[in-house]
């Protein structure tokens, strides 16, 4: 996906302001398996997905549970480095060989300080990212694992064909034979 269409979904700039922010942003490859985020360490980047798929996962006792799938056109982030630029506790995984837009984090800053509808466009960006946090929160609190399941067939059927089961179940906080399960159930 392109960095202007991803920038234009956030917040429409104008055309000079565009411009300046595009100047700061970098097309990077990384291996499949590449951790990119690391929990333990503030991150200075923020990356947008032009092609591949990522996990967000915690280790938890040396079983890590994943917590968001990212594909093309997301936003790879550690929210508490960005904010508050404290470590994160995240780790960030290229489940496929990646092409990411990368944005120094202290290049958007000195943005933020010198135009102010790059600093809304970056308070938008937190907004949209703090709604899809709250989504897969309520998501978790009221739907069982099938429900899940059943979303995000609806709402990403791609990353089942993309994703290794082990992961998705992980996702959904189950087993892969409860997850078999619930994939027979469907069929």
């Known amino acids: 996906m392109d960095i202007s269409l991803i920038l234009d979904h956030i917040y429409q700039l104008p055309e000079q302001s565009k411009k300046d922010l595009l100047q700061t942003i970098n097309l990077i490859t990384r291996p499949k398996g590449n951790i990119i985020l690391k929990a333990g360490k503030v991150e200075s980047s923020i990356y947008f997905i032009k092609k591949g798929i990522v996990r967000a996962y915690i280790d938890d006792d040396n079983n890590d549970v994943t917590f968001w799938f990212g594909k093309e056109g997301e936003t790879i982030i550690s929210m508490k480095s960005y904010v508050e630029n404290q470590n ?3 780790n960030i995984e ?10 120094k984090t202290a290049d958007l800053e000195r943005l933020f300080n010198s135009d102010i509808y790059i600093a809304n466009w970056g308070r938008k960006f937190a907004e949209k990212e703090l709604i899809k946090t709250e989504e897969r929160l309520i998501s978790k609190l009221f739907k069982n694992a ?3 399941y059943i979303d995000l067939l609806k709402n990403n059927p791609e990353l089942i064909k993309r994703i290794q089961l082990g992961h998705i179940a992980s996702y959904l906080g189950i087993t ?12």
Do not use: F, M, N
């Not at 290229?94 to 944005?103: Q, T, V």
């Not at 892969?176 to 069929?187: D, F, G, P, T």
């Open 88 to 90: 994160g506790y995240e």
């Open 94 to 103: 290229l489940l496929e060989d990646c092409e990411l837009y990368e944005l």
């Open 146 to 148: 099938s429900e899940r």
């Open 176 to 187: 892969q034979v409860s997850l078999s399960r619930i994939r027979a159930e469907l069929k």
